[in-house]
């Protein structure tokens, strides 16, 4: 897959049947568009397109941060393995927001990219105050030569799936299975593994504790997680048992930590990248009256997690 990184990189292709959004997650319904688009694409003999943006449009027009479900390397190996031939990401920028509908058809799709065919999702809007719709993109198709199909929703168990439904499917509840249906994998982050206060491996539970890549990426509520690791570079895949939150048993900071045990490893890591897949819930962070205590759940959270990881 070829990634094009803003306007400058753009190779013109007059064969191109492209589609439009952030794309955050490359959930199970941006999943059903780019198979419709790259299963087009190859019967017609073209070139299949995403266009995405960097930041997050609504990042740039609210002024707020957005959490992300995927940054844009994760994004573009999602889509690479749907099969997609290339991915071309923009940068939103206040000017940019004001482009009209039109504007951004005619400028970008059609005369950078060379648009032969537009595939939306069925809310899909875009341009300035997102007034861009199905019906002007096939008014807008007849005067330039273009054509428009459109994706019908898709759902879980009776919900419309959206990134922003699986964003609060994860810090709201942390209902990591929940999410994984609607991203039709399971929900991931990466980090660095840094040092931490070595307290863990006193209490005979070694952790890593992670610090994220990316700022933005969302973390799940807090609370302790069943996760499979994988170090970066290194096939093996590690179950493990995850907390992320204040460690309110020994101190109850306002930062959170995110410490991983990984089952059956004893390694020194520090300084590498590790990659945590986030399998299921065990229950909420809680502070204990003692040590003793603290250890004996976690010793029934190890059971518990690979018991769920064997199953």
Do not use: W
């Not at 005619?106 to 997102?130: A, K, N, S, T």
């Not at 096939?138 to 922003?164: E, K």
């Not at 895949?237 to 020994?250: E, H, S, V, W």
């Amino acid at each position: 897959m070829k990634r094009e990184y803003g306007l400058a990189q753009i190779e013109r292709d007059g064969g191109s049947l492209v589609t439009v959004g952030t794309f955050d997650g490359v959930h199970v319904g941006h999943q059903a568009i780019v198979r419709y688009l790259v299963e087009r694409a190859r019967h017609r003999k073209c070139r299949s397109v995403v266009v995405s943006f960097e930041p997050h449009p609504r990042e740039v027009l609210t002024g707020r941060a957005v959490p992300l479900l995927s940054t844009i390397d994760e994004r573009a190996r999602h889509l690479e393995a749907l099969g997609l031939d290339r991915f071309i990401v923009l940068e939103f920028t206040p000017e940019f927001a004001t482009l009209s509908p039109e504007a951004f058809v005619q400028q970008i799709l059609v005369e950078r990219i060379g648009l032969e065919e537009i595939v939306v999702g069925y809310d899909h809007g875009f341009g300035h105050g997102r007034e861009g719709n199905f019906e002007l993109l096939q008014r807008l198709g007849l005067q330039q030569g273009f054509t428009v199909d459109v994706i019908s929703a898709q759902s879980v168990h009776q919900h419309v799936v959206s990134s922003t439904a699986i964003r609060r499917l994860l810090t709201d509840e942390g209902d990591v299975r929940e999410a994984a249906e609607m991203l039709g994998r399971r929900y991931a982050l990466s980090g660095t593994i840094i040092h931490g206060d070595g307290r863990g491996r006193t209490i005979g539970y070694p952790t890593a504790n992670i610090e994220v890549d990316h700022p933005r990426k969302v973390i799940p509520k807090r609370g302790v997680y069943v996760v499979q690791g994988r170090l970066n570079g290194e096939d093996d895949l590690y179950g493990g048992m995850m907390n992320i939150g204040y460690r309110p048993t020994f101190d109850g900071n306002s930062h959170i930590h995110l410490e991983v045990h990984l089952f059956d490893f004893d390694r020194s890591i520090y300084d590498r990248r590790l990659r945590l897949i986030f399998v299921d819930r065990l229950r909420d962070e809680q502070k204990f009256d003692s040590v003793d205590a603290l250890v004996a759940q976690i010793a029934e959270d190890e059971r518990r997690s690979r018991e769920m990881l064997a199953g």
